[in-house]
């Protein structure tokens, strides 16, 4: 009875360490099958370091998550990331992802060129008028950024009729992301412009606002592609001659914009 009892005893420890070790191969399985279903990621940091794994979380703007191949699992602030490249299950280059990198805060310059539509028929032409900007300026925050700028506006060519805008500025991202929508606000005083070739013998300015909306395209820390739409207020006063005839003209111009160009 005794060795009946052993017996029995032992058979029932065999089949409890074989449950175990079944379970075990199981569990080990499993993780290695969830690890399959993880992104092979190759992370390159700014300042060269490089760690490599699987892409257990990211939230951009944020942080990312890796499991290394030792497997602890990384957090890492992706203002520290430079590049995620991306590997097949035969760790072969998939593509790779540039990460944000836009300068949220410090000096920026933005140079535009763009079209001012008159919201209004003009019976002799000229519609459609031709703008070009810069701004220099400081981003304080990515919400907040103040500056300075100047350009010119051709709000009638045939008539040359010219407005150069000296005016602040205030801008302000919407997303912490790659790309990124934004607004711009300009108000300032605009300087008409004689043009004798044209018959302006005078011009007097007056007050310019202009606030837009607009689409950054790229986070990068160096050169940004963007686009604006907006409406462009400006007073200006002419006085054409023509032989001894002269005329007075007093405008307030109302008319769209659209620009596009390149933020530094």
Same mark, same amino acid.
């Given at each position: 009875?005794?060795?009946?009892?052993? $017996?029995?005893?032992?058979?029932?420890? =065999?089949?409890?360490?074989? !449950?175990l !070790?079944? =379970?075990?191969?199981?569990?080990?399985?499993?993780?290695?099958?969830? %690890?399959?279903?993880?992104?092979?990621?190759?992370?390159?940091?700014?300042?060269?370091?490089?760690?490599?794994?699987?892409?257990?979380?990211?939230? #951009?703007?944020?942080? =990312?998550?890796?499991?290394?191949?030792?497997? @602890?699992?990384?957090?890492?602030?992706?203002?520290?990331?430079?590049?995620?490249?991306?590997?097949?299950s035969?760790?072969?280059?998939?593509? $790779?992802?540039h990460?944000?990198?836009?300068?949220?805060?410090?000096?920026?310059?933005?140079?535009?060129?763009?079209? &001012?539509?008159?919201?209004?028929?003009? %019976?002799? +032409?000229? !519609?459609?008028?031709?703008?070009?900007? &810069?701004?220099?300026?400081?981003?304080?925050?990515?919400?907040?950024?103040?500056?300075?700028?100047?350009?010119?506006?051709?709000?009638?060519? /045939?008539?040359? %009729?010219?407005?150069? #805008?000296?005016?602040?500025?205030?801008?302000?991202?919407?997303?912490? @992301?790659?790309? &990124? #929508?934004?607004?711009?606000?300009?108000? +300032?005083?605009?300087?008409?412009?004689?043009?004798?070739e044209? /018959?302006i013998? @005078?011009?007097?300015?007056?007050?310019?606002?202009? #606030?837009?909306?607009?689409?950054?395209?790229?986070?990068?820390?160096?050169?940004?592609?963007?686009? @604006?739409?907006?409406?462009?207020?400006?007073?200006?006063?002419?006085?054409?001659? $023509?032989?001894?005839?002269?005329?007075?003209?007093?405008?307030?111009?109302?008319?769209?914009?659209?620009?596009? +160009?390149?933020?530094?």
């Amino acid at each position: 009875m005794k060795r009946e009892a052993y $017996s029995f005893r032992k058979w029932r420890c =065999l089949k409890c360490l074989t !449950l175990l !070790l079944l =379970l075990g191969v199981g569990i080990n399985a499993s993780a290695q099958e969830g %690890e399959g279903k993880l992104s092979s990621v190759v992370v390159k940091l700014n300042k060269g370091g490089i760690i490599t794994g699987y892409l257990v979380k990211f939230e #951009p703007g944020h942080a =990312l998550w890796v499991k290394t191949e030792r497997g @602890d699992t990384m957090r890492i602030d992706d203002m520290w990331v430079r590049k995620i490249q991306y590997l097949d299950s035969n760790k072969r280059f998939q593509k $790779s992802r540039h990460m944000y990198a836009f300068k949220e805060r410090g000096v920026y310059h933005a140079s535009s060129v763009g079209l &001012t539509p008159s919201t209004a028929a003009i %019976e002799d +032409g000229g !519609l459609t008028g031709v703008s070009l900007s &810069t701004v220099f300026g400081y981003q304080h925050n990515r919400w907040l950024g103040t500056g300075i700028g100047s350009g010119i506006e051709f709000y009638h060519v /045939d008539r040359g %009729e010219m407005v150069v #805008p000296i005016f602040g500025e205030i801008r302000g991202y919407f997303l912490k @992301d790659w790309s &990124t #929508p934004y607004f711009t606000i300009r108000g +300032g005083y605009g300087l008409a412009i004689k043009n004798e070739e044209a /018959d302006i013998f @005078d011009a007097g300015g007056g007050w310019m606002f202009n #606030p837009s909306f607009g689409w950054r395209l790229s986070g990068k820390k160096g050169m940004n592609l963007f686009m @604006d739409l907006g409406v462009q207020f400006q007073e200006a006063s002419y006085e054409f001659r $023509s032989g001894s005839e002269r005329s007075n003209v007093e405008i307030f111009y109302k008319r769209l914009n659209v620009r596009m +160009g390149f933020l530094f």
